[in-house]
């Protein structure tokens, strides 16, 4: 069963549980995240609880990789190298609603700043780079699973609306510059993330 069917099921059975239960009643005042390792990078996050049903936290996103294939390569003109960089801010609120003492559905509103950058040098003398950046808000749905009193896994999933913005440039015997934009709007699921709370 897909992740954003689960999700719904959930939060439609929370609406019968008792209004006065709170999800993060004490579990702790603050939460440490963290998304599991995927390879799209890492992500950290922060959490303040400010209320039995609510939580805000500030998340960090960081991807970096790095490719060199000059100490390889018999062949200069095919020889490279390729770096680059991404990292992307997100502070999110998170409204949980009552159901079981081990399982939190909540709903989350989310505001994403990124950056990323990307260098690729080519023998002999072409260089080519590239750098973006973006902002968009993100509406969804999720459910948290605390397998211990302070611990727990969850996962969201949502629609997300971005604007970025990308500019591209090449250095060789021809010099190029282009820049362009898009709005798109999109759904997605995210990685399990794990909180510890304190």
Do not use: C
């Not at 939060?11 to 005042?29: I, K, W």
């Not at 590239?130 to 459910?143: D, E, K, P, R, T």
């Amino acid at each position: 069963m897909p992740i954003s069917r689960l999700i719904w099921i959930i939060l439609l059975a929370s609406g019968s549980a008792a209004a006065d239960q709170g999800p993060l009643a004490h579990r702790g005042d603050w939460a440490l995240g963290v998304a599991l390792p995927a390879s799209s990078g890492s992500s950290f996050s922060l959490w303040k609880v400010r209320s039995p049903t609510t939580a805000m936290g500030l998340a960090l996103s960081v991807s970096w990789s790095y490719a060199d294939s000059t100490a390889n390569s018999n062949d200069p003109a095919a020889a490279f190298y390729r770096h680059s960089l991404s990292l992307r801010l997100s502070p999110t609120i998170k409204h949980y609603r009552p159901l079981h003492d081990r399982i939190a559905p909540f709903t989350y509103g989310q505001l994403e700043v990124g950056f990323s950058g990307d260098k690729r040098q080519s023998e002999p003398q072409a260089q080519h780079g590239s750098s973006s950046g973006s902002i968009g808000l993100a509406l969804g749905l999720g459910v948290e699973w605390f397998p211990f009193q302070r611990i727990s896994l969850g996962g969201q999933t949502g629609l997300s609306l971005r604007y970025r913005y990308g500019q591209y440039d090449t250095k060789s015997y021809n010099n190029r510059s282009s820049s362009n934009w898009y709005l798109s709007l999109r759904t997605f699921q995210s990685s399990v993330k794990a909180l510890m709370y304190f």
